[in-house]
């Protein structure tokens, strides 16, 4: 049985409670929020012993791994609280406020020689990993781009970031994970139109390692939820609907068939059939702590590395900074 807490019961907190409470092999022994009232409302749904001071509850349970799921700019300081008492660390994402105070959690990690995984669901989402392992095995051949829409409504929870650390973190990090390949440059457009203090929506463009160009459609302003990623290809395009947890290829009957293998040049793109693959359904959040604590336990590898979270964390600084100062970004090797 592995002893876990929570620290930050807002809106992603609240299910990673509700989550860990459902596995039979791991014992919510606690929970804590600014909000003691927040917290209290938790532990009587879902059990442990609420705290309106992490730092006691730290100190007063038996602990085998923590989820951190505070506001942003509140994670190096948690962070490094946990980290100090040696306990193995999830910290929803982003990994940090700024890159600087990313590497700081990365290096007490180390130091410490704890477990460190970031919080990036998408990752787990069964229609994602199910594309990557059909771009694996060659099935789309040459990548030519991959568009993210992740659009819809404000959400009130949203208040120390904009809608590039928000959203397009997560769409910055699977375009990574998919392809295999780093960003190396990115363009972006983005404006202010609802949220006081930071950007709400942004068009971006992003070129990778590999040759292959994404583009970023994202915003707060959208009065339905859109969440889709298409891999456009030689072969033809995949459609992932991160919602439905579908997986789609739309064949491009040019290179259908045998004759595909003597072709050496792409001749042409036309229409051809439309598969539905099957994709086992999952909570995406359920299957990350599950990954998290198996890494906990020595059963498999971190998932997420810190490293991958301030990737994805430096890529989408450099989205905001592009938007702002209307200027393409190189991104170091």
């Keep these: 049985m592995t002893r876990v807490a929570v620290i930050g019961v807002g809106a992603m907190g609240r299910n990673h409670v509700r989550v860990y409470s459902e596995m039979s092999d791991v014992e919510l022994v606690g929970v804590a929020d600014a909000d003691g009232k927040a917290a209290e409302a938790m532990s009587r749904r879902f059990g442990g012993q609420a705290y309106?001071?992490?730092?006691?509850?730290?100190?007063?349970?038996?602990?085998?791994?923590?989820?951190?799921?505070?506001p942003t700019g509140d994670h190096l300081a948690v962070a490094e609280d946990v980290i100090a008492r040696g306990l193995p660390v999830l910290i929803e994402k982003p990994i940090a406020a700024t890159v600087p105070e990313g590497q700081a959690i990365i290096a007490a990690a180390e130091r410490a020689g704890v477990v460190l995984m970031i919080g990036h669901i998408e990752r787990f989402n069964p229609a994602v990993i199910a594309l990557k392992d059909h771009l694996a095995q060659g099935e789309l051949g040459r990548v030519f781009q991959i568009d993210a829409h992740r659009q819809g409504p404000f959400p009130a929870r949203v208040k120390d970031v904009g809608v590039v650390v928000d959203l397009a973190v997560h769409d910055l990090d699977v375009m990574r994970y998919v392809s295999g390949s780093e960003i190396v440059r990115v363009y972006a457009e983005t404006g202010q139109r609802v949220h006081s203090t930071r950007e709400d929506l942004v068009t971006g463009l992003v070129r990778?390692?590999?040759?292959?160009?994404?583009t970023l459609t994202i915003n707060w302003l959208t009065p339905t939820k859109i969440r889709e990623l298409y891999v456009t290809g030689e072969r033809g395009m995949f459609r992932v609907d991160y919602l439905t947890q579908d997986l789609y290829f739309f064949e491009n009957a040019t290179v259908?068939?045998?004759e595909w293998q003597t072709l050496q040049v792409l001749r042409g793109v036309s229409e051809g059939r439309m598969i539905r693959h099957v994709v086992a359904?999952?909570?995406?959040?359920?299957?990350?702590?599950?990954a998290f604590l198996a890494a906990v336990r020595g059963e498999a590898p971190v998932t997420v590395t810190g490293l991958d979270g301030l990737k994805a964390l430096a890529l989408a600084q450099a989205v905001v900074t592009s938007g702002l100062e209307h200027r393409p970004i190189v991104l170091e090797d």
């Design 52 to 70: 309106s001071d992490y730092r006691r509850l730290l100190d007063e349970q038996p602990i085998d791994a923590v989820t951190i799921a505070v």
């Design 208 to 214: 990778l390692r590999d040759g292959s160009i994404g």
């Design 256 to 258: 259908s068939g045998s």
């Design 281 to 290: 359904k999952k909570e995406p959040l359920r299957a990350e702590q599950e």
